[in-house]
C-alpha cells in the first residue's frame, strides 16, 4: 500500500506493510559491509589528521578514494558512471558512512545537496558534462544557499546575477557562508536573483571560471574535519547555459534538494547511535567499579536501555519513510513519469515525513552521545577515546537542512496545507469525528494494547488541531508554540507506530529477536505517551479557559490514560540483552 504523506495521522498500516530493516535484501548488505569496511580503513585511522586540517589534501583524497568505489555516485544514473541507488539503500549508505564523523557530513554534501540538483533539475547537456566527473570524485561539488542575512529565509539571499551586454554570461556577485566542501570543490552550485527577480534561480559554477574569493576555514565545534567557509563571487562570469532549471525556479529546487536531505539526517542519525552505543556497551563491561563491571548497575543499564529504545525508534521510522519513497517512485513511473520527476515528487509526498525523521533523529543522536559520555565518566570527556567527537559532531544535525524548529512548523504547517488548501488529504473529515470518539473513546490503564492507544493519539491531535484551529483561525500560524507542540505530538505518533509495527512483523515473522522487540515497543509507548500529555496540556492551556478547558482535558485523559507497565524491568531486559551481545545487536 502506497500511502500519502502525512495520511498516517488518519489511517492504519498493518504491520506485513511496513518496510523493516530486517527487510534488507543480500545487495543492501553487501553495500553496507563495503561502506563500513572502507570507513575504517581510510577513515577512521585518520580521524585526528582529519580534525586538526594540517593536510588539506587528505579529505580530498579520501573521498576521490570513495569514489573508485562507486560512492560518489549513489543518487547518479549508472549510464553515467553513478549508483543510482533507491532511497532504502541510499539511507544504509548515510547510515554507513556516519561511522567516518566529518567525512560522513563531507560525502554526504557532496552526494545530495551537491549532486542533486543537477540531477533532478539538470538537463541533458548539463548532465553529460558535470555528473560523470562527480560520480567518479574527479569533482567535488559545494552547495552555495546561506548568506550572513538568509539563513531560514533563504528566499531574501542578495546574491544577485546580471546577464552581460553580449547576452552570453551571467555575472555574479554575493556572499555565501556556511560552505561545505567549500574549501576544496571544483563545482559550486550557486543560488540567487537574477535582476530584480522575486524568487532566486540556480546557477552551475565552476571554480574555474574565476572570479571566485574562499574565506579561511570556520573554526566550529564538531565536524571538524568538513571544510566550512565563507565563498565571495566578485564579478564571477557564468555561461548563460549554466542556469539549472527554471528561472526563479531555485527556492523549489532548494526546498526539493533539502526534504532528500532531511531524511538522510535522520539516517546518519541510526549510524552515529549504533556506534556510540556499541562503545558504550563494551566500556560498561570492562570498566570495574565496587569489585563489578558498572554494566551490573541499574542507572547504567537505565542508560543503555534507554539508547538502545531510542535508536531502535529512529531506525525504524526512517527505514519506512525511505521504502514509502520508493514505492511511490514506483508508482509514480508506472503512471508515465520520468524518472527525475517521479523521483522529485516521491521525495515531496514525503515531505511532512523527512522533516519528522530530521527532527526526531537529530534529538536521538544528540541524547545518545550525551549519554554515552555520561557512561564513560572523565575517560568520555577525555580526547582519547574519541567519544566526545560524537558528541561534537552530532549538535550540527539540529541546525543543519533546516533548523528544528523551522521543521517543526513545517510539519504541522505541510499537514494543514495539504488538508485545507490542495485538498489531498482528507484530515477535515476526521477532525469533525475526533471529539465524539474523544468523549466516547476508553482504554483501561491495565491495557497493553498500544495498537489501540495509538490510534487514541491520532484522535488526540485531530482533536487539538481542529479545535485550537477553529478557534484561532489564521492566528494559528502565529502562535509557534503551539504549533510546534502539534508537531511533536505528530512526530511521536509516527515514530511510536514505526516501531510498533517493526515490532509486531517480528512477532508474525517468528524473528528471534521479536520478545526483545516487543520490550522495546512498549518502553517507546510508555515514553511517548508521558511526552504526548505534556505536549497536549501546553496546547490545551494555551488556548482554553474554563469549561472549555476542563472539557479538553477530560478528553485527554479518556485518549491518553495511564500505561501502566513496568518499564524499570522492561529496561533491565533490553540492557541485558546488549550486554550479553556486548554491542548493539537489535538491527
Known amino acids: ?62 573521498l576521490k578514494k570513495a569514489g573508485e568505489l562507486g560512492m560518489m555516485g549513489v543518487n547518479i544514473s549508472e549510464e553515467l558512471g553513478g549508483m543510482d541507488l533507491d532511497m532504502v539503500t541510499t539511507l544504509i549508505f548515510g547510515e554507513t558512512t556516519a561511522h567516518g564523523h566529518a567525512f560522513a557530513t563531507a560525502i554526504g554534501a557532496h552526494t545530495s545537496i551537491g549532486s542533486l540538483p543537477i540531477v533532478y533539475y539538470g538537463n541533458e547537456t548539463q548532465k553529460g558534462k558535470y555528473l560523470p566527473g562527480l ?19 533563504a528566499n531574501s539571499g542578495k546574491t544577485k546575477a546580471i546577464l552581460n551586454n553580449e547576452g552570453t554570461h551571467y555575472i555574479i556577485n554575493g556572499q555565501k557562508m556556511w560552505i561545505t566542501n567549500g574549501g576544496f570543490a571544483d563545482l559550486f552550485i550557486v543560488f540567487a536573483k537574477i535582476d530584480d527577480d522575486k524568487n532566486l534561480s540556480a546557477f552551475i559554477v565552476e571554480k574555474a571560471f574565476g572570479g571566485i574569493t574562499l574565506g579561511e576555514e570556520e573554526k566550529k565545534m564538531g565536524i571538524k574535519g568538513s571544510s566550512t567557509i565563507q565563498v565571495f563571487f566578485n564579478d564571477c562570469e557564468v555561461p548563460k547555459d549554466n542556469l539549472l532549471g527554471e528561472r526563479q525556479g531555485g527556492f523549489k529546487i532548494a526546498l526539493n534538494v533539502l526534504n532528500s536531505g532531511r531524511i538522510k539526517i535522520g539516517a546518519s542519525a541510526v549510524g552515529g547511535s549504533k556506534v556510540a552505543i556499541g562503545k558504550s556497551v563494551k566500556y560498561a563491561n570492562e570498566r570495574m567499579q565496587f569489585g563489578k563491571p558498572i554494566s551490573d548497575f541499574g542507572a547504567i543499564q537505565h542508560k543503555l536501555a534507554d539508547m538502545a529504545v531510542k535508536a531502535f525508534a529512529i531506525e525504524s521510522a526512517t527505514y519506512r519513510i525511505g521504502n514509502l519513497i520508493d514505492e511511490k517512485y514506483k508508482a509514480l513511473k508506472a503512471e508515465g513519469a520520468t524518472q527525475n520527476i517521479a523521483k ?97 473513546s476508553f482504554v483501561s490503564c491495565a491495557s497493553k494494547s498500544i495498537e489501540k492507544r495509538i490510534e487514541n493519539l491520532k484522535q488526540l491531535f485531530l482533536l487539538l488541531a481542529g479545535s485550537a484551529g477553529n478557534k484561532l483561525k489564521k492566528d494559528l500560524i502565529d502562535e509557534q508554540e503551539i504549533v510546534m507542540n502539534l508537531s511533536d505530538i505528530l512526530t511521536e505518533i509516527f515514530v511510536l507506530e514505526s516501531t510498533f509495527l517493526r515490532a509486531e512483523k517480528a512477532k508474525e515473522d517468528k524473528n528471534d529477536k521479536a520478545e526483545i522487540f516487543a520490550k522495546i515497543a512498549e518502553v517507546q509507548a510508555y515514553d511517548a505517551f508521558e511526552s504526548v500529555r505534556k505536549s497536549a496540556r501546553e496546547v490545551i492551556n494555551a488556548y482554553t479557559t474554563g469549561l472549555e478547558n476542563k472539557m479538553m482535558k477530560k478528553f485527554l485523559n479518556n485518549l491518553v490514560p495511564d500505561y501502566n507497565i513496568n518499564a524499570k524491568e522492561n529496561r533491565r531486559e533490553i540492557a541485558m540483552h546488549l550486554i550479553a551481545e556486548n554491542d548493539y545487536s537489535l538491527s
Open 1 to 62: 500500500m502506497n500511502m500519502k504523506g502525512g495520511a498516517f495521522i488518519y489511517e492504519r498500516t498493518s504491520a506485513k506493510e511496513v518496510f523493516v530493516p530486517e527487510d534488507f535484501n543480500e545487495e543492501q548488505l553487501m553495500i553496507k559491509e563495503m561502506i563500513i569496511d572502507f570507513v575504517y580503513q581510510e577513515v577512521v585511522p585518520n580521524l585526528e589528521k582529519l580534525d586538526s586540517m594540517s593536510d588539506k589534501s587528505l579529505m580530498p583524497s579520501v
Open 135 to 153: 560520480a567518479s570524485g574527479e569533482l567535488i561539488a559545494s552547495y552555495c544557499l546561506t548568506e550572513p542575512d538568509a539563513g531560514s529565509d
Open 344 to 440: 522529485i515528487n516521491a521525495i515531496r509526498e514525503y515531505a511532512i515525513e523527512c522533516s519528522i525523521a530530521k527532527v526526531y533523529g537529530s534529538d536521538v543522536i544528540c541524547y545518545i552521545t550525551d549519554e554515552a559520555i555520561q557512561i564513560h565518566g572523565g575517560m568520555g570527556y577525555a580526547m582519547e577515546t574519541g567519544i566526545e567527537r560524537g558528541y561534537r559532531d552530532a549538535r550540527i544535525t539540529k541546525i543543519y537542512e533546516g533548523t528544528n524548529e523551522v521543521n517543526r512548523l513545517l510539519i504541522v504547517g505541510e499537514l494543514m496545507k495539504r488538508a485545507f488548501q490542495t485538498k489531498e488529504l482528507a484530515v477535515l473529515p476526521a477532525m469533525k469525528k475526533a471529539p465524539l470518539k474523544a468523549a466516547v
